[in-house]
Nanobody
């Protein structure tokens, strides 16, 4: 079965850290750019961060720049999102998605490109609260 599975979400206090994982099964991530998205209740889905398929270059939205770091381990077929200095406004369901042969940018994470993503995970809840 071809799928992406997120893990690592949970409840954390403001200022804390979490590391999300996005693991692929049934296909290799080598040829895919991976985007992380989040959606809070009553809000539109937001592109958070992306890592390119070819050179591993990354892009992060201004809202998380300097706090979140995306990385990939092709040997483990997994992409990670390290989230530090978490804020209550980071509370959301986080999704990863794969798009073939893409170079990351804000446009790759934008709504017009999302229909081009080949695979989406089921999401993992992140709650930042004291």
């Amino acid at each position: 079965q071809l799928q992406l599975v997120e893990s690592g979400g949970g409840l954390v206090q403001p200022g804390g850290s979490l590391r999300l994982s996005c693991a692929a099964s049934g296909f290799t991530l080598d040829y895919y750019a991976i985007g992380w998205f989040r959606q809070a209740p009553g809000k539109e889905r937001e592109g958070v961060s992306c890592i390119s398929s070819n050179d591993g270059s990354t892009y992060s939205a201004d809202s998380v720049k300097g706090r979140f770091t995306i990385s990939r381990d092709n040997a483990k077929n997994t992409v990670y999102l390290q989230m530090n200095s978490l804020k209550p406004e980071d509370t959301a369901v986080y999704y990863c998605a794969a798009i073939a042969y893409a170079y990351c940018s804000g446009y790759v994470l934008s709504p017009p490109r999302r229909k081009e993503y080949d695979y989406w995970g089921q999401g993992t809840q992140v709650t930042v609260s004291s």
